[in-house]
T-cell receptor, first 113, second 111 residues
């Protein structure tokens, strides 16, 4: 299966610690998106890349959040100095730049205690 | 500002009957609409989509209808099956960019 993969699937961390998540997109997709989903809500857009260029960042993405896609393949999302409000499911999706359909990974569930 | 709204948090339907899930949007810049299905502990799975230049798209048991003048779309599932029980999200896109999601409708199909 060559779908979108995310690691880790679950992360429990203490408030104030840094965490990093990884996303591996579908190999032929040049776009990669990060979303965050909290209970009872739909996924909310955080940022996206086309190849290695970060093209848009949501205002939800505070300065404690940083995302990279250094070689245009996998991406990392880092959260510094985590807060309890960062607890959520972090979803990664990928697509081709000429298609609207985005394909999601299984997500990383972050719990900040 | 909730640009994509799913006003029914839940829907219960009997197996074999039609399920109709509704979605409203406010942003006229949206030109493509998608439906995703989500099971617990999994990411959303793409189901069906429709361009704003069309008013209907069908794929097997799933049909999406778009009413641009009313800024409304709906997903019809016929016949409904117990395996269709999941949370369904409506999403909209302003061009080939990010998706804006609704809050979801939980569908329960009982045998």
């Amino acid at each position: 299966d060559t779908g979108v993969s995310q690691n880790p699937r679950h992360k429990i961390t203490k408030r104030g610690q840094n965490v990093t998540f990884r996303c591996d997109p579908i190999s032929e997709h040049n776009r990669l998106y990060w979303y965050r989903q909290t209970l009872g809500q739909g996924p909310e857009f955080l940022t996206y890349f086309q190849n290695e260029a970060q093209l848009e960042k949501s205002r939800l993405l505070s300065d404690r959040f940083s995302a990279e896609r250094p070689k245009g393949s996998f991406s990392t999302l880092e959260i510094q100095r985590t807060e309890q409000g960062d607890s959520a499911m972090y979803l990664c999706a990928s697509s081709s730049s000429d298609r609207h359909e985005q394909y999601f990974g299984p997500g990383t569930r972050l719990t900040v205690t | 500002d909730q640009q994509v709204k799913q006003n029914s948090p839940s829907l219960s339907v009997q197996e074999g009957r039609i399920s109709i899930l509704n979605c409203d949007y406010t942003n006229s810049m949206f030109d493509y609409f998608l439906w995703y299905k989500k099971y617990p502990a999994e990411g959303p799975t793409f189901l069906i989509s429709i361009s704003s230049i069309k008013d209907k798209n069908e794929d097997g048991r799933f049909t999406v209808f778009l009413n641009k003048s009313a800024k409304h779309l709906s997903l019809h599932i016929v016949p409904s099956q117990p395996g269709d029980s999941a949370v369904y999200f409506c999403a909209a896109s302003p061009g080939f960019q990010k998706l804006v999601f609704g809050t979801g409708t939980r569908l329960l199909v009982s045998p």
